[in-house]
């Protein structure tokens, strides 16, 4: 008896392990590619426009596929559909180091966004049952502080491998990093329960994608993501180009919102579980991400290092936001992964929109007044989370 229960440990461990080296894995291939916006963008003969089309086409694929994610997983299982996400995300990572024509590139990067939209919220149903219920807020925030781990790597890291290889190896190696982390998956994690057999309903679908709360706190991760994406995207190549650094020194600067993020995520997932002060814990976040993207319109070095630190902490969002999503009343067992996938999809289409308005922004006014007008937005986005919620929506 003992004995089983040690094994059933060690593979919970495991599973634990591989699902944050994968997490990790994952967030390099997101991040990489603005690592290398300045190689790209001579290779291809493009401007701060282009790469904000090729940023928007992974967000969209990230985010047109979250809640078909969502239903997939609650149809055939979080560890199928994550791990067919983590390989089909890696396969088109790995191939867009053999690219020829730009928009090869966005085709490919908008694919990479489809498997990473199947791997997410199963991800994130598969790390809460790896801990007991009252620690899962630490193990959702140890899973997103490996988000956070492979941002900073992909961000600074790959600024360095580029410089030494070349742009086009080092996306491949992060190809084969998430390969890697797949293998890992298909390795370590359980199987998915046996169950009867699950028929996604119509009604239920309703039930979740129309609970109010869950649609406030989508549109709270949209504002914080809108923010975050400005600064986590578009910092090194604005650094480079209008600070003139060179890449590996704009590489550090913009890695450290991720750095302070690897922390700032499970001590607010601890947070999450000791508190019931949710919307407050979202509006001081999303208050502090404004004021960080308002900082870089300084326009120097320090304002910059400044709003990534700051920046940093407001990612404890996303873990009370995923953490509140899964427990809301609307959301079945079955449909958790759905909840999260939902909340998820909104902040999505930040990713998309923020870029392209961003660039557009720049080359209509310069950067002051973009990182300006990017913090007024990110700050009324993020307000909506003050708005009242129907009893019905609340937590249980």
């Known amino acids: 008896m003992g004995s089983a229960v040690a094994l059933k440990r060690v593979l919970n461990r495991s599973a634990v392990v591989s699902l944050v080296l994968s997490r990790t894995a994952y967030s390099i291939i997101w991040y990489n590619v603005a690592a290398v916006y300045t190689f790209i963008a001579y ?39 994550a791990i067919y996400g983590m390989f089909l995300s890696s396969a088109a990572a790995f191939l867009t180091a053999f690219t020829f024509e730009f928009y090869q590139l966005v ?27 009252e620690s899962q807020g630490l193990g959702v925030g140890v899973f997103n502080g490996g988000f956070y781990l492979g941002s900073a790597l992909g961000l600074f890291g790959w600024s360095v491998l580029a410089e030494l290889t070349g742009w086009r190896l080092s996306l491949a190696v992060s190809g084969g990093l998430g390969f890697l982390g797949g293998f890992l998956l298909l390795a370590y994690l359980p199987r998915d ?23 406030l706190l989508s549109l709270e991760l949209f504002g914080i993501g809108s923010g975050q994406i400005l600064i986590a995207t578009f910092m090194i190549y604005y650094l480079e180009q209008s600070l003139k650094l060179g890449p590996a020194s704009a590489g550090i600067i913009g890695s450290l919102t991720p750095l302070c993020a690897i922390l700032a995520s499970p001590l607010f997932g601890i947070l999450y579980d000791k508190t019931k002060k949710i919307r ?63 909340v998820n999809t909104i902040q999505m289409v930040a990713g998309f929109w923020s870029p392209v308005a961003f660039s557009l922004l720049v080359i209509s006014f310069g950067y002051a007044t973009s990182w300006l007008v990017g913090a007024a937005y990110t700050f009324f986005l993020i307000s909506v989370i003050l708005l009242p919620s129907e009893r019905r929506a609340r937590l249980a």
């Open 43 to 81: 290779d291809f003969a493009q401007n701060i426009s282009g790469l904000g089309v090729l940023t928007a086409s992974f967000y969209v694929g990230v985010g047109l596929f979250q809640i078909p994610g969502g239903i997939v997983a609650a149809r055939f299982g979080p560890r199928k559909t």
């Open 107 to 133: 085709l490919l990067r908008f694919v990479v966004g489809v498997g990473m939209a199947l791997f997410f919220a199963p991800g994130i149903t598969l790390i809460a049952k790896a801990f007991r219920r």
């Open 193 to 215: 329960e046996l169950r009867k057999e699950f028929t996604v309903k119509m009604v239920d679908l309703r039930r979740v994608l129309s609970n109010r709360w869950l649609m």
């Open 280 to 342: 407050l814990l979202l509006f001081l976040l999303g208050a502090v991400l404004a004021l960080a993207v308002g900082m870089v319109a300084i326009g120097n070095v320090y304002s910059a290092i400044g709003a990534t630190l700051i920046a940093g902490t407001s990612s404890g969002a996303f873990t009370i936001a995923y953490l509140a999503a899964r427990k809301v009343r609307a959301a079945s067992a079955e449909y958790q992964t759905l909840a999260v996938s939902w």
